[in-house]
């Protein structure tokens, strides 16, 4: 391991705990496994090497994925596939959809989904010679696409709206005659999204280089691989560091591949929590993490590569009475829900002052005294999570829409209890309880 990532793991001080068993349990990685799922669609082998129902989101991708196999197996004229509220599904099938010659797609989802940004991919895809009509308001969603065999060559597309849209690009390209050559006319965010694909890409036999102004993506046909291992979900990991910045015993997460070894960026959550006193110690099986070094009084953080971290971050820095500022967020008004609009509306209804700008939240410090509340989860898994955890701090906390979780992990609420939290469910709340830190009914 390179020096400078030394100081985030520990090699030296006694083991923090061994057994796994009893252990936090994690769903695949959600951004792996729809990127698998693609590529196993385009090799012809979409049988097999992956449980989607480990989430809502992967199963989504992978009964649209069959829909479309059997619609074109069957010559249907057009066939509707509706995605719910999975953006990543939107974006990935609008793309597959339009260069699978054959198709006709009607895609649709949830009304929030259909009004989200799809122009910038929309636009290469069209200029390729796609056939998309918008079906909606203002050239939104739904949309209806007839399949064809696309004309490749070189595009231009922004970079910093969503990386989603280079990665659709990115898988459906091999089919495109000429492949791709598409450059990035602003930055590119939350990069590491895109090197997961090209990584995805080359184990399914596709040649792909990927650079700081451009990614190039040579025609070519996939090929599935022999054996492609998921990993765990490196994004659900970032709560439970969150939880364990949060209290003073160890906790035990099963089945994570270190940093270095994983696919994905946030795998920077090693990094992240660190800084919040939090130790990692990669064994067989997993890590073990504990919280073992004094916290600063305030952190500042660029989080442009890894936005779905700043949820936990900031739930765990406030818990801490750890001042912070992260830059590098603008793209979080564009997830599920408004997510900067929605951490600063639910911090402040716990009563801690939260100030948001174009690109960066911040807490200089602050409290004041409120009532029982519930959190509003805004139809967002991650901020059902992360504001499940300040429970290990406030003693209890009320969340709305609980189930919410199951797009990315549906077995959430049930990893709780082995950080010492009862979660019990009072009609659509889900109450989390830390015992012994305050009696709310005495």
Known sequence: MEEKEEKYYSKSYIDIISDFAGGVSLPASKSIGARFLVCSYLAGALEGGLRPEDCDDLRVISRALVALKEGAAGGEREIEIDVHASGTAFRFMAAVAASVAGTSVLLTGTERLCSRPMAPLLDVLVKAGAEICPEGVDGKG???????????GEFDIRGDISSQFISALMLV?????????LRFSTPLVSRPYAEMTAKVMRTFGIAVSLHDDCVEVNEGVYKAPGDFKIEADWSAASFFYEACALMLSPVTIGSLVPPEESLQGDSATVK??????????FKKDGVCIQRLYSLPDEIEADLSDNPDMVPAFAVACICNA????????????LKECDRLAAIKTELERLGYPINVGEDFIEWRGGCWSVG????????????????????LHMGEVRIANPDVVNKSFPGFWGQLPKLGLNCRREGDVMVVVSPGIFDFEN
């Open 142 to 152: 739904p949309y209806r696409i007839a399949g064809r065999r696309l004309k490749g």
């Open 173 to 181: 390209s091999p089919l495109w005659e000429g492949g791709m050559r």
């Open 322 to 333: 750890c001042r912070f500022r992260f830059t590098g967020v603008k793209n979080l008004r």
């Open 272 to 281: 992240f929590f660190h800084r919040l006193g939090v130790v990692s110690q």
């Open 372 to 391: 029982r509340q519930v959190v509003e989860t805004y139809d967002d898994h991650r901020i059902a999570m992360a504001f499940a955890m300040a429970a």
